[in-house]
């Protein structure tokens, strides 16, 4: 039996997401993600086009590593300017009825506390179609912006991610126990206090004394998506993760990262094989090859390599304005992201990338890698054909121009993959997470969240005060 293929969009809160430069492609569309009628459109348009979510990337902090200086960012609108990406999803959710919404959050500078109720508030208001990307920041600027000389080193953003993890757990699936909402209107009685629990929590990094703001939405815990595969991103990937985001160019590279994850994940006594995989696949869909080839060719007369080479330089925490563009790229340990550098050397089969290469090919849009050009039988092929190469569940397609590419995707693409079986019926009401896997709208049995399911019953409602009477008065 064919299985579907997860399709999410990847998108960003900015002018210019993955294709640097071609927010001159359309003046228009640079102006319109300030607009709130951009992301009304965008959903109906994912939604009418057969995809299950839209994935929402984000950053903390200006990409000024590139001649250390954010100039370049600027001028070609690299993920700069860069709104919210939170605030925009109660108007994608209010317009469409089937489409997830996944959004990238640091663990790093949030509040465990205050996060879980932004996320069971969205979890209310779309009905149970969110997912959080859980990220633990590789920004130097970030850190300098939000009170500290500089970014935690790599491994300890993720030992504190992973308490932050367990504090989030702890909220949403233990703090309420089910039927604790009882809108008794009879009695009076909105919840019962004997089944909202404070939980207690005393860490190294966080305390978070009492209960939960929120009572339970319908995931209780939103579905966790999850974007690290150096060492010690894929072992938390494993621990935590339902959907991987695997970073990598080639499918071999993809196909190791994905088996180790699966491989940890068994070790962590969960079932390697209910998590997903999803690789980046940026698509030019067309009618025909043809037509697909000639608007590839027309998008690159606005990519900037410079603003890739900028973006590459931020992420990895490695100035690559001071490199040749031919000169086979080499791995260079730092405390940004190790993932996506170490996938183009010391992982990479043949070791041969470049700047060139990657940002600036005869195939380049200005993104990382070749992106997938033709009709829709000749993408749909392509998909299907890295998914098995690779072992991907799926893809986060990235539109080079959005909303325009996605539009493509939608008339060329999709009718191809849904008589093939590789596109989900769409069925209102369901969860994201029943969406994707098929299941429950909540964490699995084996999952590490799940185990704080009635952990804290018979504990108070709230945590014991640590004012006396007397240090009140006065």
Request: proline share 5%.
């Amino acid at each position: 039996m064919t299985t579907p293929l997860i399709l999410n969009a990847v998108e960003m809160n900015t002018a210019g997401h993955l294709a640097f430069g071609l927010w001159r492609r359309h003046a228009e569309t640079a102006r319109e993600y300030t607009d709130v009628e951009y992301w009304v459109e965008l959903g109906r348009v994912l939604e009418g086009s057969g995809f299950d979510a839209l994935f929402l990337a984000d950053a903390l902090g200006q990409l000024d590593i590139y001649e250390r200086s954010a100039d370049r960012s600027l001028i070609d609108a690299v993920q700069t300017p860069l709104d919210d990406p939170l605030l925009v999803v109660s108007a994608i959710a209010a317009t469409t009825r089937t489409l997830g919404v996944g959004v990238t959050v640091s663990t790093t500078y949030e509040h465990p506390y205050l996060l879980a109720r932004k996320f069971s508030t969205l979890d209310h208001l779309t009905r149970g179609r969110i997912g959080w990307n859980i990220v633990t920041s590789q920004l130097d600027s970030a850190a300098r912006n939000l009170g500290l000389a500089r970014q935690l080193p790599h491994d300890q953003r993720y030992e504190l991610g992973q308490e932050f993890l367990d504090v989030v757990y702890k909220l949403w699936e233990g703090s309420w126990d089910d039927g604790a909402v009882v809108k008794d209107r009879a009695r009076g009685v909105y919840a019962d206090p004997a089944k909202v629990h404070a939980i207690g929590h005393a860490g190294e990094y966080f305390s978070v004394p009492s209960a939960h703001l929120s009572e339970p939405s319908a995931q209780r815990t939103p579905v966790l998506f999850q974007a690290g595969s150096s060492p010690r991103g894929r072992a938390f990937a494993a621990r935590n993760a339902e959907v991987v985001f695997v970073a990598g160019v080639e499918p071999p590279v993809l196909r190791r990262n994905i088996e180790d994850i699966r491989r940890l994940a068994r070790l962590e006594g969960r079932d390697p094989g209910a998590i997903r995989f999803l690789g980046l696949a940026t698509v030019i869909a067309d009618a025909t090859d043809a037509a697909a080839e000639a608007k590839l060719r027309d998008y690159q007369r606005y990519r900037s390599v410079e603003g890739a080479i900028a973006h590459f330089s931020a992420i990895t925490g490695i100035d690559w304005g001071q490199y040749d563009l031919d000169t086979p790229l080499e791995y260079l340990e730092t405390d940004s992201n190790r993932s996506i550098l170490a996938s183009v050397t010391k992982d990479a089969p043949d070791r041969s990338w470049t700047l060139r290469k990657l940002f600036g090919s005869a195939e380049s849009v200005g993104g990382y890698g070749a992106p997938i050009v033709g009709s829709g039988t000749t993408v749909a092929d392509r998909l299907e054909e890295l998914a098995a190469e690779s072992g991907l569940d799926g893809f986060n397609i990235a539109g080079a121009v959005a909303i325009e590419d996605y539009r493509a995707f939608g008339e060329h693409v999709t009718p191809v993959l849904a008589e093939r079986g590789r596109v989900r019926d769409k069925v209102p009401g369901r969860t994201l997470r029943e969406s994707l896997f098929g299941a429950s709208p909540l964490l699995p049995a084996d999952h590490p969240g799940a185990r704080y399911r009635g952990a804290f019953a018979g504990l108070p409602s709230a945590a014991p005060s640590l004012l006396t009477a007397d240090s009140t008065k006065g």
